[in-house]
């Protein structure tokens, strides 16, 4: 008898942490309906857990014992998993706690991850109840592969930990301009971007980057669909003449092709390597606010969401290795470039939302940030197209020259115009200098 608890696979236990007020509201409703029956079915126990406000699931996850839960599982969108994740690292055990498998069940109306887990799974893109259901079978199934975090420091010092984007000018700004039309789910980013489009704003900035490859850019995951539904790494064998005369190279599975004009890094015009004494090379010091911590709110509205990281000073974490503190120059290696912006996006997963296939070539360990953006002089309905056409990932084939896409390890968004909204993982963030850089693999994600 002593040898049977060693010998039977031990129930899962998940922690699940479910926001009631998440998306539409219906998360409660989705649990006893769908997740609880399914989850129990798995022969999962669970310890399920309502938020009664903004960050007690960070604090939560702070007093939890790991060694009791298998998984710390939400049921709402992606800002409940921003707080778990921070709350992970501010544990004094943070290297140890940011290794406990962390889950989604898309109950938000931001449900980025989700769409990256569907996608990652080989289902075809989804949304709503079938985008849960998806969810809730590879949770039961239980596989756990590495994610890659990003640790973004904003003008404050503040760090914290990011899993999904950085934000600034049209994107960021319809995620939290919308947050009033909340009661109608995801339609709330449709509607915010029509709204958004009617008045289209555009942002001074200077934008540095740590390159991956200089003057490539990605084209497409390279690994492929196998017969049986599981990802397999690209068949590079036969193919590799044939991949070096098209000019193409690889990295991380995924496979880059030396860029076109409208892409090439090398090319624009304002793209410059700064040089310890070029003008590029600016000090933030010259940043010119007054009033840095001050969230912006520009109609005067109180703010339904405190700005997240305003309490949290975030000493826990591996060291950015790759970035000087905010007040020194970036190194010449890096690209710096000064623009009127439309959109600045920091993206490190394949989705922006169930439905905003934004990064194709992303993947969820790709250890790759990718860094978008929308240049003043767009025409609004290019910019209208250009959000159609991400709904399928068909947004890359448009070659726009005004949108521009590289990879990178590590960025800084000097942000030259005085106001404007910031956000990391969807989630508002003080405006001001902001930087981050990639720490491939430091979290464990539950993707089935
Ligand atoms: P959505 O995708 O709908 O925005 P999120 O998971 O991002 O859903 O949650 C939105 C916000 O709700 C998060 O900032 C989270 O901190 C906050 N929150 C969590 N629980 C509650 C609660 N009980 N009441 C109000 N806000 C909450
Ligand atoms: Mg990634």
Redesign the pocket.
Known sequence: TELVPDLLPRTRRLFLLL?????RGNAFQQCHSHILPMITEADISYNLI?????????ELVQGINLEEWDGII?I????????VINGLMERPDWEDAIKMPVGILP?????ALAGAINYNAGFEQAMGSELLLNCILLLCRGTVMPMDLVSVTTCSGTRCFSFLSVAWGFISDVDIES?KY?HMGSARFTVGTMVRVASLRTYKGRLSYLPVLDGHRPICRSITLAANGSLVPFQRSQLHRTISDMGLCEERNVMYKRSSASYDTNELPSFETPSPGSPTALHTSSFPFDSLSEPSNQEGRPLH?DV?STNHHQVNGPKDDLIPPLGQPVPKTWVTLEEDFVLVLAIYQSHLGADLFTAPFSSINDGLIHLFFVKAGISRASLVRLFLAMEKGNHIEMECPYVVHVPARAFRLEPLTQKGILTVD??QVEYGPIQAQMHSGLSNLISG
């Open positions: 926001n009631p007020c998440g998306g309502q938020t009664e406000r903004q960050n007690h699931a960070r939400v709402s969108g992606d800002g409940l998993l921003y707080e109950c938000g109306s931001g449900n947050e909340r969401r997240a969807g989630e």
